[in-house]
């Protein structure tokens, strides 16, 4: 059997709060495995326990009780944390340096040099697609550039796991669709993607697995489909459904006694039309 | 330990200080303050005329050094929690004490560059008015001791050594930079008044206050014994003390930065970022 990307085991997390030491708890008993080469939504809202659980991890807290491994090995281990790429909420990096130089202080950090450094520096900014503007200061990027950016420190050393926190807070919708198209190229590269997100349509879109958080407590795991599916209620999408044929179907459904929730005319997303039409408009040559 | 890792740490906090506007701010005004120095003064002459513009730069150097260490510290740290940059770099391979490390040396290359650039320009403006005054009296002995200028802003670099390694202390303790510029100062304050803990030794009359003097001189550092501008920088005989007075800093600067830092390390071991 393989060994999971991440394994949580009775995992619980205690903080000391004031002077008379009050116990808040983070997380309770949390057991979860995350499999490798899946992206993985972690969910769950404010105070959940969402980032307390990553940042056991990533091995920068230690948990109260139980534990935490990394592909077999303790979080926070020099093997595991050299296996992990992080890329934080709203990253703010340096921002005197350029988006090469960035890649590059932090390939260094990973303990890469000479001309293994350069060859993972540009392979990282030729992934996230920013080999064309990498000579530009931090400072000038978009708020979809910088992303990229963190998303490129984060696979500089090629690591197996990526973990990131919110990663398409604040991206406009090309910029969210050119970041999930980033996602599933890892993922098919064998990387295991982590991603804790309140965007609940994007993660149903892009994960594999997901896992539910509340009040520190896992409360649901497993694939998006078991999660989401309800087996008392069918979908069915019909084209052409004319007015007269949609009383002979009402009226089947009622012979053939099936109760008919809802009939309404078919929608698309509005992410779709406003891609599409970003889409069409760059066909169209300037006048 | 990985000396690479400290080096580049410390590249980017220096980086990343001169930048600063604060440090841009207080350089500024510390030259400016020694280049206008001669206007300061109204009524001495002579070689009066020299110490008042030498006591002026050596108290600007002392007085912005100690603001830069612990504001400039204080910003850095706290900018790299509060931005996330610290959960990127430690989430790596790189141990604790190394990233705090690389704060130590970063910021102390950035005071010594404070320092030398300080000294030089002091240097310049005491070596003119000597010229001057030289011109204007006729004689030809040297009024100015420039090494001894140097010498002066190289003990106060290791007192700022010191004050770093303190501010990163209480950096690690804290949760804010306003709380650590604050608790700095004052600790500051207790190691430049900690010859009265020596007065209150020597003088207590009760075992206990001559233990909690004991206790106060042991622990807190005393920082008046890098203050040497009154026999330092003019050539007026004063002896500021022998080779083995230095050697003798030299130790307590060694003691004292690495007592901090290592608190700093150990109150940095477990902290939430």
Known sequence: MDIPAIELIHLTRDFSIGLRNYKLRALQQVDLIIPSGQIFGLLGPNGSGKSTTIKIILGLIPPSDGQCQVFGKPAGSRESRARIGYLPENPVFYRFLSGRELVRFFASISGMSGDTLNTATESALDTVGMTEHADRRVRTYSKGMLQRIGLAQALVHDPDIIVLDEPMSGLDPVGTSEFISILHDLCARGKTILLASHLLARVEEVCDNIAILNKGQLVQSGTVESIVEDNDISNLWVRGLTSPKEIALRQFLKDADLELLECKTGRRSLDDVFLDALHENKKVPPS | ????????????????????????????????ILLTSNFFQQFDFGTSELKFVLDFGFGAVQLFG???????????????????????????????????????????????????????????VLSLK?????????????????????????????????IIALTLCVASLSQSSLYTMAVSFLAILACELQYLANDIYLDAESSFGRA?????????????????????????????????????ICLH??????TFFALAVFFFRNREI
């Open chain 2, 130 to 162: 000597e010229a001057i005054i030289l011109k204007e009296s006729g004689e030809s002995v040297s009024l100015v001791e420039i090494n001894e200028v140097y010498l002066f802003v190289i003990l106060q670099w290791l007192k700022f050594s010191i």
């Open chain 2, 1 to 32: 330990m990985n000396l690479r890792r400290i080096v580049l740490m410390g590249r980017m906090t220096f980086a990343e200080g001169v930048r600063a506007r604060f440090f841009g701010v207080l350089l500024l005004i510390s030259l400016s």
């Open chain 2, 66 to 124: 100690i603001i830069l260490c612990v504001v400039i510290t204080s910003q850095i740290f706290f900018n790299e929690i509060d931005q996330r940059t610290a959960i990127s770099i430690l989430s790596r391979d790189i141990a604790r004490w190394e990233f705090l490390a690389g704060k130590l040396i970063g910021v102390a290359a950035l005071l010594l560059v404070f320092c030398l650039v300080t000294g030089t320009l002091l240097s310049l």
């Open chain 2, 212 to 248: 909690l003097g004991w206790v106060l001189k042991t622990v807190v550092p005393n920082l008046s014994i890098y203050n040497l501008g009154n026999q330092l920088g003019l050539n007026d005989n004063t002896a500021f003390g022998s080779a083995g007075f230095l050697f003798n």
């Open chain 2, 253 to 258: 600067f060694i003691f004292y930065t690495s």
